[in-house]
């Protein structure tokens, strides 16, 4: 199991490093430091409902590598801070994330270049995620909580499927909760075409793609459903947004 999940993280550290754009999904593009999101997963666009000066997000991860092999799960943190600045040391559940400097800008990841083990104590079936930012000369110290989603399961499309193109593509899954919202996204190999998003869907079990929206869309794509748990902690005067949420990637060929 450990050389599976190295062989789920690696890849990750990957797109951190050299950058791959279809895999960062904006976090606004109202906002242009907190469009420059790091994590390399998918996170909601909701900095453009408030002046944030930061975003704490927990993740819980799965994808499935290979159909001959069980899906494999990794709990993540993500943290960046005012325009991408050092912020002190910054955990979740008392677990103290990796602080990484990139082209000059500085955010947090666990699992990191330094430390590929995901966080053991962060678990996402309602429990609380508790945060801490220990801060600096121009970054107040603060602390923050937000409830996890609970788990799910998407039960279609089926992983390495094919769906035909003239086809709309329903996404189904279990677990529903009324208190969670839903982020679905389409994501092609081809850099050019860009990524279909739909987010703050209710968390009631159902959503249809519908063919026409994927009229640009052939070969491998990447479908990511994110049920997701929001809430907004202020400090100082300014306002942090935290986030929760699980990732679900699976593979998909349209023709």
Do not use: R
Not at 1 to 6: G, R
Not at 45 to 61: P, Q, T
Not at 217 to 227: C, T
Request: aromatic share 8%; charged share 15%; net charge negative.
């Amino acid at each position: 199991m450990k050389s599976i999940k190295k062989l789920l993280i690696l890849p990750l550290i990957t797109i951190l490093l050299f950058g791959c754009d279809q895999l960062t999904n904006p976090l606004s593009p109202e906002t242009s430091e907190l469009s420059q999101n790091l994590s390399g997963q998918p996170l909601p666009s909701l900095a453009k409902k408030v002046d944030y000066e930061g975003v704490l997000a927990s993740i819980g991860y799965e994808v499935q590598i290979n159909e001959n092999l069980p899906a494999t799960s990794i709990s993540m943190g993500f943290a960046q801070v005012g325009k991408l600045v050092d912020a002190g040391k910054v955990s979740v559940n008392n677990s103290e994330l990796n602080k990484i400097e990139k082209d000059g800008k500085i955010f947090y990841l666990s699992p990191g270049p330094q430390n590929l083990t995901g966080l053991s104590n962060v678990s996402f079936d309602g429990s609380q995620h508790n945060w801490s930012v220990e801060g600096n000369d121009s970054i107040a110290s603060f602390t923050g909580s937000i409830t996890s989603p609970t788990a799910f399961t998407v039960s279609a499309p089926e992983n390495n499927s094919t769906i035909n193109a003239d086809n709309d593509i329903e996404v189904t899954w279990d677990g529903s909760a009324s208190d969670s919202k839903i982020l679905i996204i389409v994501l092609s190999e081809n850099k050019d075409i860009a990524p279909y998003v739909k987010e703050n869907l209710p968390d009631n079990g159902s959503f249809t793609i519908p063919a026409s929206a994927l009229s640009n869309f052939s070969g491998k794509v990447y479908l990511q459903v994110a049920k997701y748990n929001y809430t907004t902690q202020s400090s100082n005067g300014k306002n942090y947004l935290l986030i929760s949420e699980i990732v679900k990637l699976k593979t998909l060929t349209i023709e």
